[in-house]
């Protein structure tokens, strides 16, 4: 559960008690919570700051979940989404399993069940992020510890950032909007000072681990 300190969560719930209540809860547990109650400004949220996890409900004031979580997945394939619904929807579920949902919950939930939802969320990043291994490059999530050959680098916040979210995206291109939201969250910063992070970061290690996609951002070069 450690895991969920260092992460933000986007929760789009139209109801506006049962969100509150919520909120505060999951404010003990993780490190930001964003929540809104329309689809517009969960988009507008995740575009604009670092986002880890979303919970959302299905129907909200301006229009369908699904479609909503259908445009993040055009974004990321891989951030968990837990649906929350105040009765089961076949049709819903139908929909969605093309869409890799990571959970399915009726509301409201329990306690007990809304912290086993977070034992399992904290356990996927625990899965994902432990020791990244390439060649004679190591990298620790835990420890936030880059090694090659056994020998410590120096790393700058915002390069741990960068290469946490290229490692956690290996299989896929990071865009510039991607490494925006990750690195920068709110702040706008342009492609020149992304172009400069990764330059800096490129000439501490002795291989060429990530490649330029152009005009997109960059991709992890691994088995090259």
């Known amino acids: 559960m450690d895991r969920l300190k260092h992460l933000n969560l986007l929760f789009l719930e139209d109801n506006i008690e049962y969100a509150k209540n919520t909120t505060e809860f999951l404010e003990i547990y993780l490190k930001k919570v964003f929540h809104t109650t329309t689809i517009k400004d969960a988009i507008k949220l995740y575009d604009e700051n670092r986002i880890d996890i979303i919970i959302s409900d299905i129907k909200v004031d301006d229009?369908?979940?699904?479609?909503?979580?259908?445009?993040?997945?055009?974004?990321?394939?891989?951030?968990p989404i837990v649906v929350l619904s105040a009765h089961k929807d076949e049709d819903f579920l139908f929909q969605a399993i093309p869409l890799h949902i990571t959970s399915y919950q009726i509301k409201p939930l329990s306690y007990s069940k809304f912290l086993a939802l977070l034992?399992?969320?904290?356990?996927?990043?625990?899965?994902?992020?432990t020791v990244f291994e390439y060649k004679n490059l190591s990298y620790s999530f835990k420890k936030k510890l880059l090694s090659?050959?056994?020998?410590?680098?120096?790393?700058?916040?915002?390069?741990?950032?960068?290469?946490?979210?290229?490692i956690r995206n290996k299989d896929?291109?990071?865009?510039?909007?991607?490494?925006?939201?990750a690195v920068w969250e709110n702040k706008f910063m342009s492609d020149s000072a992304i172009k400069n992070?990764?330059?800096?970061?490129?000439k501490k290690l002795p291989i060429e681990l990530f490649s330029s996609v152009t005009s997109l951002g960059y991709k992890l070069s691994l088995n090259q």
């Open 63 to 79: 229009g369908n979940g699904l479609n909503f979580i259908k445009s993040i997945r055009k974004k990321d394939k891989d951030i």
């Open 119 to 129: 034992k399992e969320l904290a356990s996927i990043f625990d899965s994902l992020h």
């Open 148 to 166: 090659i050959d056994g020998e410590n680098i120096k790393l700058t916040n915002k390069e741990i950032l960068f290469l946490e979210l290229m």
């Open 172 to 181: 896929s291109v990071v865009t510039n909007e991607m490494v925006q939201r």
């Open 197 to 202: 992070l990764v330059f800096r970061l490129r």
